[in-house]
């Protein structure tokens, strides 16, 4: 089950196809949808997680608590609004295309991918723009 839960007044549109989507894309990696929680906040909501749970005294766009089992994919993923906003303004891009790489990104760490290397971090922007494409196509079948 994925779940969205707002801290902010940013609200996603459309759950259902956003659900469906990382559901799809969870299958596609050859694993199973457990209990997923988006946690849409603020900057200052996600700093204080981040000093608390990882000593990080740094603003960031996500942080995700990982309690994947197997290929069982779960886990509580937070994410700022105000820092996607901010990075959809420093990337040029749309916010939405923004928030979606951001969620999937998410995910993507579940399934096993990394971004701690500049290797691992093209495959994660190669398996991100993978997992957009078919935000694109599931959109135009709906």
Known sequence: MISFNYETNFKLENEDF???????????HNCEAGEINYVFCDDAYLLKLNIEFLQHDTLTDIISFDNTLGKLV????????????????????SFLEELQR?????????????????????????????????LTILKSIN
């Open 102 to 134: 951001v969620m999937i990104h998410g995910v993507l760490h579940y399934i096993g991918f990394s971004d701690k290397t500049p290797e691992s971090q093209k495959e994660m922007t190669a398996q991100e723009n993978n997992a957009i494409k078919e």
């Open 18 to 28: 956003f659900e469906k989507w990382i559901q799809k894309i969870i299958l596609n």
């Open 74 to 93: 779960g886990g509580d993923i937070f994410i700022s609004i105000e820092r996607v906003v901010d990075n959809a303004n420093d990337f040029k891009v």
